[in-house]
Structures are given as C-alpha cells and as structure tokens.
T-cell receptor, first 116, second 116 residues
Framework: GENVEQHPSTLSVQEGDSAVIKCTYS??????FPWYKQELGKGPQLIID?????GEKKDQRIAVTLNKTAKHFSLHITETQPEDSAVYFC???????????????FGTGTQLKVEL | DVKVTQSSRYLVKRTGEKVFLECVQD?????MFWYRQDPGLGLRLIYF???????EKGDIPEGYSVSREKKERFSLILESASTNQTSMYLC???????????????FGQGTRLTVV
C-alpha cells in the first residue's frame, strides 16, 4: 500500500518568513495530493490539493509543488502569520478493495509555530 | 455550512467496557471514515464505509468494529476497551466519485477517549 513520509515534524519560523514542508510517497500510481491544516482543538481541514496532471498550484500565500519523477510534493507558505500556527498533514490516495479512490494515507504531521 | 458532528468531545471509560463513538454528517456523503490520531503517528485509518451497511477495514481495525445503518451516521465500536485505545478519534466524510475520484474529506472535531 501507499507509504507517506513527512518532514520536518516540527518547524519554527519568524513571522513574515516562509515555511516549507515536504512529503514523499511510494505508489507511482497516486494522482491526488491534499494538504490538511489542524488547528488546536479542531479536526483537520483541507487547505490545498494538487492532482498529478499539474506541477504547481497556488492559492494566495499557499502553494503546493509536485515532482512525480521523484515522488515528492511540498507545501509552501509565504509571509507566515501567527494564525498559520497549526499541525499540517500531507496525504496520498490509499488503494483498497473499492479501487483506491476516496481513502487517504496521511503523513505523520508537522507542527508549525510562527513566532512574533 | 457543511458539518460532521461527533457525539462527544471527551470521553473517559473503564477497561473492558463496550464503547460507542457516534458520527453524523449532513452532506449526503457516501463515504465515511474513522481515523485514530496519535502523536508522531499521524492519522491512521481504522475503518471505511462507502455505502449503507458496507464497510472495509483500514490499517488498524483490531479491537474495533463499525456500524452504518443509515447514510448519515457511522458508529465506531470498541468491543472491550483497553488502555492502548486511549487516543483522539476523528470521523470524516467525503463525496464518492466513481472515476478518478478523490474528493475533499470533511472532519469532525474529534473525540478524545481515555481508557482507565
């Protein structure tokens, strides 16, 4: 099955700096890579996703890049703000009896702290 | 506003008790999931359901069972709670797409279960 590795486990940046979180995956057939943000006391929430037919996607201060050859994808947050402090999870599709769609394997998470 | 609601935020149970965790979604989603979240391990899939009365084991199903009698409700059952099942439990739902289908997963706020 799919194996997703995520680094770093913790990341501390100064407000206004950029933050980068990286994930690798094992299944070359994977075609969908979402990123979730989990704030304290809440469930994870999708912030951006990318499909394998594009190499980069941006949404304001957040971008995701995908390198299919190397099987890795990264989350980039620019001009970080205190409200970006949270746990971030990457994910990739997980194959299963129902054909693989809709289930995800998650990375182990990155605790991002944006310091004033 | 889309919503996945878990019946309890915090739960304390005794070893050997039968525990029910309830989850309800109001988005008419076909897919529902139960994940377990532990520090350093990310989110691990316990069970998945893609239709009423249909279920599929995830990565860590041992000691758990599920019930989906109605489309909007997915229950996680700990047959005989043990201390190693102390964890955060997250329910999620997503829309089913037959082809190329990975869609956003919406999470509940989580249930922190302590087994003493």
């Amino acid at each position: 099955g799919e194996n997703v590795e995520q680094h770093p486990s913790t990341l501390s940046v100064q407000e206004g700096d950029s933050a980068v979180i990286k994930c690798t995956y094992s299944d070359s057939a994977s075609n969908y890579f979402p990123w979730y943000k989990q704030e304290l006391g809440k469930g994870p929430q999708l912030i951006i996703d990318i499909r394998s037919n594009v190499g980069e996607k941006k949404d304001q201060r957040i971008a995701v890049t995908l390198n299919k050859t190397a099987k890795h994808f990264s989350l980039h947050i620019t001009e970080t703000q205190p409200e970006d402090s949270a746990v971030y999870f990457c994910a990739a599709p997980k194959r299963g009896l129902t054909g693989g769609g809709n289930k995800l394997t998650f990375g182990t998470g990155t605790q991002l702290k944006v310091e004033l | 506003d889309v919503k996945v609601t878990q019946s309890s935020r915090y739960l304390v149970k005794r070893t050997g008790e039968k525990v029910f965790l309830e989850c309800v979604q109001d988005m008419d989603h076909e897919n529902m999931f139960w994940y377990r979240q532990d520090p350093g391990l990310g989110l691990r899939l316990i069970y998945f359901s893609y239709d009423v009365k249909m279920k599929e084991k995830g990565d860590i199903p041992e000691g758990y069972s599920v019930s989906r009698e109605k489309k909007e409700r997915f229950s996680l059952i700990l047959e005989s709670a043990s201390t190693n099942q102390t964890s955060m439990y997250l329910c999620a739902s997503s829309l089913y797409i037959r082809v190329g289908g990975n869609t956003e997963a919406f999470f509940g706020q989580g249930t922190r279960l302590t087994v003493v």
